[in-house]
């Protein structure tokens, strides 16, 4: 399994930006995939999620700015991040929790700053 990661960038606040996790190795349509981010010593924090019927959840502090979405003919996950913050700085990661096991992506880089 592979969870390949893209999309991060320096941004100015308020500015947008969008991730994309492209998957392989997988039935991906099948299960729900996550973006988690971490800042350096903090743990990592579920960020947002779309289950495999297409339902998303939020964390609090992206909700209303951030979309999270799927394309399963693509195999490929996107969060969609409008009006940044300079708290929205991370490292941020696709997850699946497939065949019992936690699959991580590379990690793409957000830094929101003027």
């Known amino acids: 399994v592979q969870l390949q990661a893209s999309g991060g960038g320096l941004v100015q606040p308020g500015g947008s930006l969008r991730l994309s996790c492209k998957a392989s190795?997988?039935?991906?349509?099948?299960?729900?995939i996550d973006w988690y981010r971490q800042t350096p010593g903090e743990q990592r924090e579920l960020v947002a999620r779309?289950?495999?019927?297409?339902?998303?959840n939020y964390t609090d502090s992206v909700k209303g700015r951030f979309t999270i979405s799927r394309d399963n003919a693509r195999r490929s996950a996107y969060l969609q991040m409008n009006s940044l913050k300079p708290e929205d700085t991370a490292v941020y990661y696709c997850?699946?929790?497939?065949?019992?096991?936690?699959?991580w992506g590379q990690g793409t880089h957000v830094t929101v700053s003027s």
């Open positions: 190795g997988i039935n991906f349509s099948i299960y729900a």
């Open positions: 997850h699946v929790y497939a065949r019992s096991y936690d699959f």
């Open positions: 779309v289950t495999s019927g297409g339902l998303t």
